[in-house]
């Protein structure tokens, strides 16, 4: 099958335009796709064009929804050395995890706010592509032994390099853990105050009409092309307010010309002082 013109059909008849994710990977999925429904290709086109349940668990087939609780542990009392003091005297700060998959980065961040004392003042976003992650980040609901590594990993990081001073973290006030049925179920006052909605960043409408003070965007963009790079950090440099950081990544960085518009803080790119000239 011609992969790309496949992609021109889905971008026509759908509202997802792949066009300009790194090929390889997509590449892949897609095949795979194909494969586990046992479609041919005249098949695969039809179920693209007319049946709108099948395109929605494509569009989670082909992106790439891996995620962890404290994904990465050490690099969040790098994140919160930065943060904390940016953050602390704020009334109110507005954080936006964009491409949130099932919400663990979401939850992990509003937990630490809390021990902080920083989650009142917070106010959460959350987006994501895929309905079946903007549904599994509402439901809070992960498997237990599968994800409890996680919590031990980010126990032992925090114990060698606190965060703020905190140093051990009672899991038990964030999840209720049902071991019986290997889950562990985050509480409700954590769900309640995440606004979670579905938002494709390929499109130029912005989801929020609110500026943020920090925009977490980890291992979405590594799957974009550079020129699509550029666009969205054009739009996370526009929807920042001044000195507001984004995040990105452990193997993401900027590059080229966005370098001039953040600074590099730590883990965090700062957006740059913008300065506006008159034209006399
Ligand atoms: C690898 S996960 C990263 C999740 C989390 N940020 C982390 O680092 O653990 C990438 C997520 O980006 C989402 N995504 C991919 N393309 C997107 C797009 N165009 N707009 C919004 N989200 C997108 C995927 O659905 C997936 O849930």
């Known amino acids: 099958m011609d992969f790309k013109h496949y992609l021109q ?3 026509d008849n759908t509202p997802y335009d792949f066009s300009n994710y790194s090929d390889n990977s997509i590449k892949r999925r897609l095949q795979k796709v194909i494969l586990d429904n046992g479609l041919t290709i005249d098949e695969l086109l039809d179920k693209t ?3 709108k349940g099948f395109v929605e668990r494509l569009v989670e087939d082909i992106t790439v929804n891996t995620t962890e609780l404290f994904r990465d542990p050490e690099i969040w009392p790098q994140f919160y050395e930065k943060l904390y003091p940016a953050l602390k005297g704020k009334k109110t700060f507005n954080i936006w995890h964009a491409g949130c998959s099932s919400g663990m980065e979401v939850y992990s961040n509003m937990i630490i706010l809390n021990e902080l004392g920083l989650l009142e003042q917070a106010r959460i976003f959350a ?12 439901n809070g609901s992960y498997r237990y032994e599968f994800n409890k590594k996680q919590l031990s990993d980010f126990e032992d990081i925090i114990k060698k390099s606190p965060i ?9 006030k964030y999840f209720d853990f049902d071991l019986e049925n290997d889950r562990i179920n985050i509480k409700d006052f954590l769900k309640k105050k995440v606004e979670i909605r579905q938002h494709d960043l390929v499109q130029e409408k912005v989801p929020f009409y609110n500026k943020f003070d920090v925009i977490f965007c980890r291992n979405v963009l590594i799957y974009f092309n550079a020129n699509l790079q550029s666009k969205i950090y054009q739009m996370f440099h526009n929807q920042l307010y001044p000195k507001g950081s984004m995040i990105l990544g452990n193997h993401e960085s900027l590059t080229g010309f966005y370098k001039t518009k953040f600074s590099k803080n730590g883990p965090l790119y700062t957006k740059t002082n913008v300065f506006h000239f008159k034209y006399q």
């Not at 987006?127 to 509402?138: A, F």
């Not at 703020?164 to 899991?171: A, L, P």
């Open 9 to 11: 059909v889905l971008k």
């Open 49 to 51: 064009q007319t049946d």
């Open 127 to 138: 987006t994501d592509i895929s309905l079946g992650m903007v549904r599994q980040c509402t």
């Open 164 to 172: 703020q001073g905190i140093s051990k973290i009672d899991f038990n």
